[in-house]
């Protein structure tokens, strides 16, 4: 795994994004924006969900508008996305942490400036959010919706912003597919030094968001590329976070939760393992402290993986072992085996967090 690109450091409400920040999670409410107490509720279960921030779609001027009551009381910093309409940004930068601007539907040089104008009167960032469906039309007719377009565009309004004085930025590289995605992102990151926002944009119901993101996301990670995320999926707000967190711990960027290893289901399985898996798996969400836990289902893989794993469980006939840092702890019969690993577990997880 690369080394994360040093990036300059922006800061959204009280979270930094870039340099040597956690890389911070994000997503978007559906509600209409003018219904405060929808989107307060759907802020909140972002929010405790895990969420670092929340973007908000800013469509008519009672959205814009509604900004400043959703401000007094939501528990994460506030991003106003705005398309079309500038005039709207002028009056979310009132109230928000930051800006999401698509250059390619905002409108032109004088728009932007006034934007610019507004954030930096009131020292809020902009994200420029380039999207492969909606570039301007000279690098859509030049290019087609390709990274080289993309990356081009994003280029453009970059400097745009930098001739107006405006230095504080993230940039989005958006497309709806795996490949576009990441060769726009990795075709500009030597270019440029502000942080990225990563995305797979439109990229559907939560079975095909998931695979997409994490490929997308996944690749770019590891390639040291990224510093904000969201993982879009159609009307899944809590799955969003839970998947960004997934892809940010098996990509080895962030090191907190369980790391839970099961083995594939076969003949060999002397117990009911899916069962088992599924118990485990709740009763440990709880807990933040990073380990790696196994829950094998026979004796041909678990020795083996439990030497990799923090802790383990291997089920057999009617008994199982628990194992721990590599040795055996104990052999109980089954309808003992379950709650004594899990007391483990957080026993471990206690001691490991008190350390």
């Keep these: 795994m690369k080394a994360r690109y040093k990036t300059k450091t922006i800061q959204i409400g009280n979270i930094k994004i870039g340099g040597d920040s956690p890389i911070s999670i994000q997503s978007m409410t559906f509600s209409k924006t003018k219904d405060i107490q929808a989107t307060l509720e759907q802020i909140n279960r972002l929010y405790f969900a895990g969420a670092d921030l929340v973007r908000v779609a800013v469509s008519d001027e009672q ?3 509604a900004l400043a009551e959703l401000k007094k009381h939501s528990p994460l910093p506030i991003i106003a996305d705005i398309h079309f309409r500038y005039k709207l940004a002028l009056i979310a930068a009132e109230s928000v942490d930051a800006i999401r ?3 390619g539907n905002i409108g032109n040089k004088d728009r932007i400036k006034a934007v610019a104008n507004a954030c930096k009167d009131r020292n809020i960032p902009i994200r420029i959010g380039v999207n492969g469906g ?6 859509e007719n030049k290019y087609g919706a390709t990274p080289k377009g993309m990356v081009e565009s994003a280029l453009y309004n970059i400097k745009l912003l930098e001739d107006f004085g405006f230095y504080d930025l993230k940039v989005s590289l958006k497309a709806s597919d795996v ?4 060769e726009a992102y990795k075709m500009l990151r030597p270019l440029v030094d502000y942080p990225f926002h990563l995305g797979v944009t439109e990229a559907g119901t939560l079975f095909h968001s998931s695979i997409k ?3 997308a996301l996944g690749n770019l990670l590891l390639d040291g590329i990224g510093d904000t995320m969201r993982v879009s999926i159609t009307g899944e707000l809590e799955e969003e976070i839970r998947v960004a967190k997934a892809i940010l711990q098996y990509s ?3 090191k907190s939760g369980i790391t839970l290893i099961s083995c594939p289901t076969c003949g060999r399985l002397e117990a009911d393992l899916v069962t088992m898996v599924k118990e485990v798996e709740k009763r ?3 807990i933040k402290t990073p380990l790696q836990v196994s829950v094998m289902g026979c004796a041909v893989n678990a020795l083996g993986e439990a030497k990799h794993a923090d802790i383990a469980i291997a089920f057999g006939n009617k008994s199982g072992l628990i194992i721990k840092e590599g040795k055996i702890l104990y052999k109980l019969p089954e309808e003992q ?3 004594a690993f899990i007391k483990e577990v957080e026993e471990m997880a206690t001691k490991r967090e008190g350390k």
Excluded: V, W
């Design 337 to 339: 085996l379950l709650e």
């Design 63 to 65: 959205d814009a508008k």
């Design 134 to 139: 909606s570039l301007e039309k000279e690098f």
């Design 284 to 286: 440990i969400s709880h």
């Design 213 to 215: 993101s994490a490929m």
């Design 101 to 103: 601007i698509n250059p």
């Design 252 to 254: 080895g960027r962030q």
């Design 179 to 182: 490949q576009r995605t990441i």
